[in-house]
């Protein structure tokens, strides 16, 4: 039963409760009722009985003392009168039936027990059926006999049944009407019960915690409600919460911090999309692998609160040519990568990175220093450089390496033969590592000489990298991997070391006034150590600032002119000698130039080698030797290879030169013999050594 209860519904409850509980309520009230009915009607009866015997008790009285029982009968006669009086009976002082009266023989036989079963006694007696009433026959104060009436109880009994039968269709009645009002007035609880509990099931499904339910009235259940409101109120702006903190999270870990940029993990993703739209509608897309020139050094000399700035405005440079369609990500670094969509020609994208590099290019102000930043780009092609993400990121780095080689602020589309230098790179790069403290690395030294005169002027170190298997590998093939892995710090030190340690035990041994030029590679110029590690070395092989040159070339000053210019002038300070290396080659900002606190200007081979052929190269020849006196600097010649080229040199007024026709790089070793000569023959040295060649 209890089970049942429980399996029933609320609403089924609710009936259930309120219909048993009027129930209840109306059958006990009922019961109540019929009970004082039946008292009352015993009461009544009783009590009429009672003024019946006294009268008809008083009427026999006169009957008994004379003794005449044919009077006490007539006196009875008067009960017939009242039908449920089944009979009477006079008992004399004896207890003997003194005379007696049947209301209907044949209808009742208990009027057999009547005359057997009655026992005198006094009051009145209720059995089931009957009521006996017993009254004393008293005449004059004396007491002469006792009469007996019998009533039947039937009569009672019925309407009590009556009531009873009555009672129940009542209860039947009440009971439906309870069951109909009970349901439908239930609702008034159950209704926003079931209301609520949709809304739960709603909200839970849909999980919109931006739902409320409606109130519809203001007792335990509108406070229910206005509860459940504040809970959904609460649970919604926990909801916003985590959904803003979880977006938060999607964002910085899909962005760089830095610039704002989607970042490596989005740049995949974007990618992977790219490739399968591209694969889809048939079309080619590109990815440009951009890589900043020169950053390190920017980070090196000015700092990372600088070269976080000019990182990002960079970036807001990139994103002003980013279409909305296309993306651009920072891998890390100064590293970025867009991705072109929808091409139609290679000629698209070479128009679209010429306008990159030119904006990029700009002089832009980063705290307060007017800088030029570059960048190199790789370029690969979807489907021609490759099908898969890898594969493509793979080629545009090459050949962003690629671009980076030939020199600054160019670009460069990839081509299979790349691959094949890149992990050659790799590897020497790896190798390089080991090569300084292998003690792989060796000197060259090139002589330079006064071209009037043939006096031996000094040398130039040239570093070569002695490969177990590859034999001497060029600088021009190790140089820019020193660079991109910094390994040029190390090596650049060494290199300083040991020239001048070379000059000052040539100054030692031959007493000549020569001097040593050692070249300066970009990164290890602007790095902050430079200056002291120069003077370090100087204090350690106690060689004279004067006998020190440093080669530096303009593109690597020209990032950062004002540092630059200062930092030149801390040489100065120290004595060191500077030249520009490759001069005409660079920028070759007269404005500058002007500035510099340089001492000499060395022509690039390159214009030599077309002295007297490329009247352009000629004519650069002559305006810088005019330049270089006119500012009251040395000019020095290098790559001078014929004769010609040296009478041509010669003859516009080039004070130095160093070139094949003299001599090539020489190891240590080789050094004794050149300077024995120039010790004893000093001027004649130059036309030996030239006979010699030609
Ligand atoms: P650079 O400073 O302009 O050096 C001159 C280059 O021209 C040297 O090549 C030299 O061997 C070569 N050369 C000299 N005379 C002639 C000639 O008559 N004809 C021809 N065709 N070439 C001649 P090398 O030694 O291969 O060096 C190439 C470049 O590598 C250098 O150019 C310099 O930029 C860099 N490099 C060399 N040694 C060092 C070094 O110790 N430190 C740094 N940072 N860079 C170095
Ligand atoms: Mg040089
Ligand atoms: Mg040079």
């Known amino acids: 039963m209890k089970q049942l209860f429980h399996k029933l519904s609320l609403r089924g409850k609710l009936t259930f409760i309120i219909t048993l509980t009027s129930c209840l309520v109306l059958v006990l009230t009922f019961i109540a009722i019929i009970a004082l009915q039946w008292v009352s009607l015993r009461n009544n009866l009783l009590q009429d009985t009672q003024v019946l015997s006294q009268g008809i008790g008083e009427n026999c009285a006169a009957a008994m003392i004379f003794n005449d029982q044919q009077a006490a009968t007539l006196a009875l006669e008067p009960l017939a009168a009242t039908p449920h009086i089944v009979g009477a009976r006079l008992y004399n002082q004896n207890q003997e039936v003194f005379a007696e009266f049947y209301q209907d023989l044949a209808r009742d036989t208990s009027n057999d027990q009547l005359k057997t079963a009655i026992i005198l006694r006094e009051g009145h007696i209720f059995s089931s059926a009957y009521l006996d009433v017993f009254e004393p026959v008293i005449f004059d104060g004396e007491t002469h006999g006792q009469l007996m009436i019998r009533v039947d109880l039937a009569k009672v009994n019925r309407i009590f049944i009556d009531y009873a039968w009555i009672g129940v269709g009542i209860f039947l009645l009440y009971s439906l009407l309870a069951f109909l009002m009970a349901n439908s007035l239930q609702r008034v609880i159950s209704d926003p019960i079931k209301s609520l509990a949709l809304s739960m099931e709603t909200i839970s499904q849909e999980k919109n915690y931006s739902h409320r339910v409606q109130k519809v009235s203001s007792d335990e259940m509108g406070s229910l409600f206005d509860s459940f409101n504040a809970m959904l109120a ?83 440079r990139m994103n002003s040519l980013v279409r909305e369609a296309d993306t651009l990500a920072r891998l890390g670094g100064d590293e970025f990568v867009i991705i072109l969509e929808h091409l139609r020609r290679n000629d698209d994208v070479s128009r679209y990175v010429e306008k990159l590099l030119r904006d990029m290019s700009s002089t832009m102000e980063v705290s307060s220093e007017k800088l030029h ?247 650069i020849v002559n305006s810088v030797i005019a330049l270089g006196k006119s500012m009251g600097l040395e000019v020095i010649a290098e790559g001078i290879e014929t004769v010609d080229q040296l009478e041509l040199l010669k003859k516009e007024g080039c004070d130095q030169g160093q070139g094949y026709l003299f001599s090539k790089p020489l190891p240590v070793a080789q050094l004794s013999s050149l300077l024995d000569s120039a010790l004893i023959r000093e001027p004649e040295i130059l036309s030996s050594m030239m006979q010699k060649k030609v």
């Open 234 to 316: 609460e649970i919604e702006s926990r909801d916003q919460e985590l959904l803003n903190s979880e977006a938060h999270l999607d964002y910085l870990a899909h962005h760089d911090p830095l610039t704002k940029l989607a970042n490596r993990l989005l740049f995949h993703d974007r990618l992977e999309h790219s490739l399968a739209r591209a694969k889809r509608m048939k079309s080619r897309l590109a990815i440009l692998f951009i890589d900043l020139d020169r950053f390190k050094n920017i980070n090196d000399s000015l700092g990372h609160d600088v070269g976080d700035k000019v990182l990002c405005a960079v970036s807001e």
């Open 373 to 619: 930043v570059s960048a190199s780009v790789g370029i690969s092609l979807y489907p021609d450089n490759g099908e898969d993400a890898d594969s493509l990121m793979q080629a545009a780095d090459i050949a962003m390496y690629q671009a980076k080689n030939k020199g600054a602020n160019l670009y460069q589309f990839y081509s299979a033969e790349m691959n094949a230098n890149a992990r050659e790179s790799l590897l020497l790069e790896n190798q390089l590592r080991h090569a300084l403290k292998d003690k792989q690395l060796t000197l060259y030294y090139q002589p330079q000489f006064e071209l009037n005169s043939g006096r031996l002027i000094g040398f130039e170190a040239l570093v070569r990298w002695n490969h177990p298997e590859l034999g001497l590998v060029s600088p021009l093939d190790f140089i820019p991997l020193a660079e991109e892995s910094g390994l040029i710090v190390p090596i650049g030190e060494w290199i300083i070391f040991t020239a001048c340690k070379q000059m000052k035990k040539i100054h030692e041994q031959w007493h000549l006034p020569l001097r040593m030029a050692v070249n300066i590679s970009p990164r290890q110029f602007l790095h902050p150590s430079l200056v002291q590690t120069v003077a370090e070395v100087l204090y350690r092989t106690k060689l004279n600032p004067g006998s020190l040159e440093l080669e530096i070339t303009e593109s690597m000053v020209m990032g950062n002119i004002e540092q630059s210019i200062s930092k030149m002038d801390e040489f100065n300070k120290m004595g060191v000698e500077l030249a520009i290396d490759d001069f005409g080659t660079g920028y070759s900002s007269l404005e500058y130039l002007k500035r510099f606190p340089i001492s000499k200007l060395k022509i690039d081979q390159s214009f030599v080698k077309e002295l007297g052929v490329d009247t352009n190269d000629t004519a």
